[in-house]
């Protein structure tokens, strides 16, 4: 059996490592100058490759539905099997799991290491411009060094990932490919990625980091997250902001001009909670100017930014204001509004939304228009939240496919 598979990500490299484990005999085409470069960046260069707390709901699609049928197959304990296999000890931290020596170029070199002593022919730099199904057998065009080739193949396995990572111009050429044989693709979007806002105080936010809530409110739908905010000169970002940001995306995408979110500053309290404090501290510090009123309660910057507008100087003495005004700022704290524009674009983006729709593959991956035709990883229409999750679609997804076309 004689499989090619079109890039040599972290899908890619699975899938070929189980078709090769297997017994067939695999090319991989990867169009950068060496394979897995994304790996390197993942997990702030530790590599958070999978997640035990894994469920079908840390995922997105645009069909859910499709999901567990395709989660249940690989599990997280077969996928640190599978790596174990291949060398890897890894570790568990409070749920997120790493490679023992927490270096994500341990993960990229076992696969590396695996792949040449398992025979893989793995052709960097390697552009796949066109594929055609020809006889039961698939064609694959290539353009390398100004030449061109083809080679056939039994089995191809489409590993081409999305736009994550690559610039707005940058083709779109998994979704492109699919396209070609009849599959139809919901249009890539970026996620886990910054938001832009239009406030022009937002200079004077830069270099916050809060751990707060924010709610986004995009096509009509409230969405919340909680975790570490951190504001930047042109927006916001953070764990809370990348989880919410493909739904910012995609309302954008779809003709949406701005989108609001608010901020809650003091998630830990009620609203009450903070109005009983602030009345307090009224008590006790009503002599004191409203700078060092607020001193203790939340960043400085984004006190000061709430204050200016509210119309409160910093050196306004409290018992000189009223108390409406100082509840009016306070319930600012905790529903402080920003105006979102847009989301950053693909180059910053960890993942995207969109691919090709789950519906269009059996549960083996195999496209349903075209036998012997698989996808894997990010091409599909399937995108996790931050904690390993993507990582551990790739590799189920990879070993699927993997799997099933060397035993097809």
Not at 55 to 71: D, F, K, N, V, W
Not at 281 to 293: C, I, N, P, T, V
Not at 359 to 372: C, D, I, M, P, R
Request: glycine letters at 10%; proline letters at 3%; charged letters at 20%.
């Amino acid at each position: 059996m004689k499989i090619g598979i079109i890039g040599g990500g972290a899908s890619g490299m699975a899938a070929a490592i189980t078709a090769l484990s297997e017994g067939a005999a695999v090319t991989v085409y990867e169009k950068n100058d060496r394979i897995g470069k994304k790996i390197l960046a993942t997990g702030n260069g530790k590599c958070n490759l999978s997640n035990t707390a894994l469920t079908c709901g840390c995922y997105r699609s645009e069909e859910p539905q499709y999901l567990a049928p395709i989660l249940k197959q690989v599990t997280v304990p077969d996928t640190l099997a599978f790596f174990h296999r291949l060398g890897l000890m890894t570790k568990d931290k409070n749920g997120c799991l790493y490679p023992e020596c927490e270096q994500a170029s341990a993960v990229l070199d076992v696969l590396r290491f695996a792949l040449s002593r398992l025979g893989a022919v793995v052709k960097t730099g390697a552009v796949v411009t066109r594929l055609e199904a020809d006889g039961g057998r698939f064609l694959v065009h290539t353009k390398k060094d100004n030449g061109h080739s083809a080679e056939v193949f039994d089995k191809i396995i489409l590993a081409c990932g999305s736009k994550a990572g690559l610039s707005q111009e940058s083709s779109e050429n998994g979704l492109k490919l699919a396209a070609s044989f009849g599959l139809a693709c919901v249009p890539f979007t970026p996620a886990l990625v910054q938001l832009r806002c239009k406030e022009p105080f937002m200079k004077a936010l830069a270099g916050v980091r809060a751990q707060a809530s924010v709610s986004l409110t995009a096509g009509g739908v409230e969405y919340s997250e909680i975790g570490e905010l951190q504001l930047t000169d042109y927006g916001i970002s953070g764990i809370p902001v990348f989880q919410l940001s493909r739904y910012a995306a995609k309302a954008l995408h779809k003709g949406e001009k701005q989108l609001s979110v608010s901020i809650n500053f003091l998630p830990q309290l009620s609203c009450q909670e903070w109005k009983k404090e602030l009345l307090m501290r009224k008590k006790l510090l009503a002599g004191e100017s409203a700078e060092q009123f607020f001193t203790g309660t939340i960043h400085k910057k984004a006190a000061a930014v709430i204050l200016k507008e509210c119309g409160i100087p910093f050196t306004q003495r409290m018992d000189t204001l009223p108390e409406e005004k100082l509840l009016a700022a306070g319930r600012m704290f905790q529903r402080f509004p920003l105006t979102v524009t847009a989301a950053n674009p693909f180059i910053n983006a960890q993942v995207c939304a969109g691919g090709v729709r789950l519906s269009e593959v059996t549960e083996k991956l195999e496209a349903k228009k075209q036998k012997g035709m698989y996808l894997t990883g990010e091409l599909l229409d399937a995108d996790g939240r931050c904690g390993g999750y993507n990582l551990q679609w790739a590799w189920t997804t990879g070993i699927i496919a993997g799997h099933a076309a060397a035993k097809a």
